[in-house]
């Protein structure tokens, strides 16, 4: 007797080697749901379960998961764009011609890349102060924020990094015109000017700098500050609903009220 | 101050409701347990699944639109000519629109370091946590202090000839001219709104808007020199 296609994808899930990969073994139990995303290295980040109001696309809008989204993209992208590009002056303009004119959907491939670039940094704004405005920032949520906060700049500097790949009029005057900046900081200005360029103006050096912060340094702590951002999420007890936390009554002195409650 | 070892160590007999929580019982008074019977939802299926489906459609969205708008490509870096204006990626513009009118260490570095403290330092201070209304408390000295700051405000953007930070800073002002004479009885919605809002929501708001001006200014509104240009007649 042929199988439907739901018996098939439980007999997939109960043969041995799905349940050497996935260690939550097969059923739709609450218990089996839970443990799906409890035995899950990556799922283990979020809690096994969420209040239903924090599900609906008003309490969010999203903005966090479609944050999430267009760097997923950026990854991908940024993987493939990496197999035609050379760091090197003047090679690297020469590469963003033949993704134009020569590469399989390589102008596509570029276009992807730099929308979604533009839609996360707009995309990180957004989220900071769709959250700030739920006040989602209070106790015991603070470290969170602050974690945001540096994701902010890790955003920030993967697109000015990234705008100086191109190697083109735009791109070189954008970053000779954000980097002077560095040079007035007091004192040790024209060092740190010096630093982030390999030399005293934009080079050939400069584009392997920002090629090396753009494809490796900034990635890497992007995702592990992304990683900790949505542990944190669990561990500060899920996602922080207006008005749920009843009034505080008038409070006897804390010891009398110590009520602990384990993170979820 | 009870002794520290003034109470016994109890669980919460409904291990199905909630199996971790611990009650600390001091020998005085009832626990209290500030827990919320509320609706929830397994993460796996019905978060990730929406979470999926809302990356899917981002990810089309974005697809029709690199299919339609292609990704800007000037000529080749060239050292010896400068365009005129070089602009700066459009989410620094704001910053660069303040160039125009303080020297580079105050809107190079001043003003974005401060940005990034201030915005680290938000969860931090109890101004911020506070979610009552600001005139509600205290209601006169406030006021004096609201109208002394915004006219120094006022006073310090023309000083610097920053006009264009003018208008979000008198939209904030009335607002708040209004919220500063509203209560949470008020006639109408918009003033009872506006009369709840706390300090931490009237320097975010004036803030956002600042930050939106300044930065749809320095894209759309500034030509050669950092000339002003209308964008329509370009």
């Known amino acids: 007797m042929p199988l439907n296609t739901g018996q098939m994808i439980d007999k997939v899930r109960g043969s041995r080697v799905w349940r050497s990969v996935f260690r939550s073994g097969t059923g739709s139990s609450t218990l089996h749901r839970a443990l799906a995303i409890q035995q899950n290295i990556f799922l283990h980040l979020f809690a096994t379960k969420v209040r239903k109001r924090m599900v609906r696309f008003s309490a969010t809008w999203f903005l966090g998961t479609l944050t999430f989204g267009t760097f997923l993209i950026l990854v991908i992208t940024g993987i493939l764009l990496m197999l035609y590009y050379h760091p090197s002056v003047p090679q690297a303009y020469a590469d963003m011609k033949d993704l134009q004119f020569v590469v399989s959907s390589g102008l596509f491939l570029r276009n992807l890349h730099r929308w979604s670039a533009q839609l996360m940094v707009f995309l990180v704004f957004a989220h900071m102060f769709k959250v700030f405005y739920r006040g989602a920032y209070r106790a015991p949520r603070e470290f969170n924020w602050v974690i945001g906060v540096v994701l902010l700049l890790i955003t920030l500097l993967l697109s000015y990094t990234g705008y100086l790949l191109p190697w083109d009029q735009l791109a070189f005057w954008a970053i000779t015109v954000g980097s002077n900046l560095s040079s007035a900081v007091p004192l040790i200005g024209s060092k740190i000017h010096f630093l982030l360029l390999g030399g005293n103006q934009v080079n050939a050096n400069a584009l392997l700098r920002f090629y090396v912060l753009h494809c490796v340094v900034l990635p890497l702590a992007a995702i592990l500050f992304i990683a900790i951002h949505f542990w944190r999420i669990r561990k500060d007890g899920g996602l922080y609903v207006q008005q749920t936390e009843p009034k505080p009554k008038p409070q006897p002195a804390p010891e009398n009220a110590a009520a602990v409650k384990e993170g979820q | ?234």
């Open chain 2, 1 to 234: 101050m009870s002794d520290p070892k003034d109470f016994v160590a109890g669980v919460d007999s409904d291990q199905r409701r909630s199996p971790t929580r611990v009650v600390f019982v001091t020998r005085r008074t009832s626990a209290q347990v500030r827990a919320t019977q509320e609706d929830q939802v397994q993460t796996f299926p019905e978060v990730l699944f929406r979470a999926a489906l809302a990356i899917e459609l981002l990810a089309i969205s974005l697809v029709l639109f690199s299919l339609f708008f292609n990704a800007p490509l000037e000529g080749i870096a060239d050292p010896t000519h400068t365009p005129n204006p070089a602009k700066a990626p459009w989410y620094f513009l704001g910053l660069q629109e303040l160039l125009h009118y303080f020297p580079p260490v105050v809107a190079g570095v001043l003003v974005p370091t401060l940005l990034i403290i201030a915005l680290i330092v938000i969860p931090y201070f109890n101004i911020n946590i506070e979610a009552n209304g600001l005139f509600l408390k205290d209601h006169a000295r406030r006021v004096r202090l609201f109208y002394v700051t915004a006219l120094g405000m006022l006073i310090f953007l023309l000083f610097f000839h920053v006009y264009v930070g003018v208008g979000p800073t008198v939209i904030v002002t009335l607002a708040m001219i209004v919220a500063a004479y509203s209560t949470p009885e008020s006639p109408t919605r918009l003033r009872r709104y506006l009369a709840m809002k706390p300090l931490a929501y009237w320097i975010m708001t004036w803030f956002l808007l600042e930050m939106i001006v300044l930065t749809a200014v320095g894209t759309w509104f500034r030509g050669p020199g950092w000339s002003w240009v209308l964008p329509w007649r370009s």
